[in-house]
């Protein structure tokens, strides 16, 4: 069933450096999908969790965003929130409704949601690869990665940062469990387990934070510092 309205949910916890280019990316994102299949809604959620930081304000100088704030405690209750909020206020059914998660230190290119509405008309979960930031001190570990790292079809890899899902998909299976880790991996395997409708793409790429100190236990970031 081809996506009537596309909701993005963005967590965020102390974000404020990367969460103003994050936004960014995704309005361009949203621009460009709105331009291209003029008849499909967007919306855009941030949830703020246990922010001390800027990343409210950066959150809400963002164009048309909701915002949500609370101590969830873990990016898979944050997650959550912000779905189930997305979702109540979506003006499409859940199975029309098309939930592309992505985190606060990730930039999506132009084309992302007009790839992830494309998903939604024969799958019902996309997992989709990340290429974290290259920078001057992290080629040797960034060349470590790429060789662990293969993006194609069908691959195994799971990311919050890079994942769509119908909404009634996710309501059936339960949602985001309220985990402090793995949240995206559990959520998948629920999927899988259901027999709904599921694709891997190698080619819908996200760009991510390369930092070695995260948000998350034994987070991307976790796996990214034990490549030596």
């Not at 996200?206 to 070695?212: D, K």
Request: with cysteine; proline share 4%.
């Amino acid at each position: 069933m081809i996506p009537g309205q596309v909701a993005v949910v963005v967590p965020a916890f102390n974000e404020q450096d990367w969460l103003p280019a994050s936004l960014r990316a995704i309005d361009a994102a949203r621009v460009h999908l709105m331009r291209t299949i003029p008849r499909v809604l967007v919306s855009v959620t941030v949830v703020l969790d246990r922010c001390t930081d800027g990343s409210a304000a950066a959150a809400r100088a963002g164009h048309g965003i909701s915002v949500i704030s609370g101590s969830f405690d873990s990016v898979g209750a944050a997650r959550d929130a912000g779905v189930r909020f997305a979702l109540a206020r979506s003006r499409s059914v859940p199975a029309r409704t098309w939930i592309a998660n992505t985190d606060a230190d990730t930039l999506v290119p132009r084309d992302w949601l007009v790839r992830h509405h494309a998903f939604g008309g024969h799958s019902d979960l996309v997992l989709g690869t990340v290429r974290p930031t290259l920078t001057a001190d992290n080629a040797d570990r960034i060349q470590l990665w790429s060789n662990a790292y293969v993006p194609r079809d069908g691959h195994d890899h799971v990311h919050g940062a890079n994942l769509g899902i119908r909404g009634s998909t996710y309501q059936d299976v339960g949602g985001f469990a309220p985990l402090a880790q793995d949240e995206d991996v559990h959520l998948a395997e629920r999927v899988k387990a259901a027999g709904a409708r599921w694709t891997a793409s190698g080619s819908l790429e996200v760009m991510t934070s390369s930092r070695t100190s995260g948000r998350v236990p034994a987070g991307f970031s976790t796996y990214l510092r034990g490549l030596v």
